[in-house]
């Protein structure tokens, strides 16, 4: 055997792969992902970011109808991406410095142990199938900028301006109000400037099979500087799946989750035993200590908010910030918003 797989046998080896193992070529023995005892779920759950109550009922009820979980959860998070009233996701999210929306998205469908995702897309209103399609369609897991746009536009996506009047009407504001001594002239000078906003849609989903998906779709931070990529696209930071265990995601700022590949540790935390919550709360506290001091305060707090959503193969789910938030559920029965597991109090 040489040391190479073509792809019809790469593809044929891990169809035939045991679940948690890792065929590697040249070698006579498989390496062995640490063992899970994890019971199945019995029922569909959803959890998401606070903005995906829309989401989670909607991937609840595809569930319910046994559409694949990658499916339900993508038909989730697009109804955010294409409403032009969500200023973080999708069509009319807000763009980068130069009034340019560019759009980061990832997603892992757990049973075929696939991933794919797409970095400063520009022009397509829904990055998350652009995503499944790398996973779908490709021997790649991303695709940036230009080459994304090319790869979607092949398969019928519509090209379009994402700006909306609104996210526009945000982004000359930001541009005329950004400094002094710059050539804009300013424009309502006794308001405060627009405050940076950052958000992002990640979804989670395990059904009543036990089978497990995840999705992360975003426009990423408002204002960032052209070609900027976050955590959104990147497998292991913006969300992570094992269908042996359970799914993750993030949202908030993502430098601070890449530096500690969070969503896929947080799937490690389950798979040592912990719950969704508590896996979440741990990784969390990872990134505090991960975190240089110019991104803390006098306490030692975080001065950014990060998030981490998780569901587990037993159909368990939890939620970590921070500070306290919501996140959005659907727990087999009905959607709704909980509090979130934080690190720290609100300041008063
Ligand atoms: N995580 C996203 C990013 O860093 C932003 C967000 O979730 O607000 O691009």
Redesign the pocket.
């Known amino acids: 055997m040489t040391g190479k797989l073509s792809r019809r046998e790469f593809l044929g080896a891990a169809s035939g792969a045991t679940a948690a193992a890792v065929m590697v070529p040249g070698m006579s023995h498989s390496i062995e992902a640490p063992a899970v005892h994890i019971r199945q779920s019995s029922k569909n759950v959803a959890v998401a970011?606070g903005n995906g109550l829309r989401a989670v009922a909607k991937a609840g009820e595809l569930m319910a109808q046994g559409v694949d979980t990658l499916d339900a959860a993508i038909e989730g998070v697009k109804i955010q991406e294409l409403d032009p009233n969500d200023m973080?996701v999708g069509y009319g999210g807000l763009p980068n410095e130069h009034g340019v929306v560019q759009l980061?998205a990832s997603c892992m469908h757990g049973p075929t142990k696939r991933a794919g995702a797409v970095g400063a897309l520009e022009g397509i209103k829904t990055p998350s199938v652009v995503a499944k399609y790398v996973l779908l369609y490709t021997n790649h897991i991303m695709l940036v900028g230009e080459g994304a746009k090319k790869f979607a536009l092949s398969y019928g996506f519509k090209e379009e301006d994402l700006m909306t009047e609104q996210s526009r009407e945000r982004w000359l504001r930001w541009r005329a109000n950004r400094g002094e001594r710059d050539d804009w002239i300013n424009v309502e000078r006794d308001e405060q400037m627009v405050p940076r906003?950052?958000?992002?849609i990640n979804c989670n989903v395990v059904n009543s099979s036990g089978d497990i998906s995840s999705v992360t779709t975003?426009s990423?931070?408002a204002w960032?500087i052209p070609g900027r990529?976050?955590?959104?696209p990147i497998i292991g930071a913006?969300q992570y799946t094992d269908n042996d265990v359970g799914a993750a995601g993030?949202?908030?700022?993502?430098?601070s989750?890449i530096m500690v590949c969070g969503a896929f540790l947080t799937v490690e935390g389950m798979r040592r035993g912990l719950s969704p919550t508590d896996a979440a709360l741990e990784t969390l506290r990872r990134v505090v200590a991960a975190s240089e001091p110019r991104l803390l305060d006098e306490r030692g707090q975080p001065t950014f908010?990060l998030s981490f959503y998780a569901v587990s193969k037993a159909g368990e789910f939890g939620a970590a910030t921070i500070r306290p938030s919501r996140y959005a559920v659907f727990d087999g029965v009905e959607a709704s918003h909980q509090d979130t597991a934080y690190l720290y109090e609100r300041d008063a």
């Open positions: 970011s973080s980061d906003p950052t958000g992002t975003t990423g931070l960032k990529v976050g955590d959104s913006g993030s949202t908030g700022r993502g430098e989750n908010g």
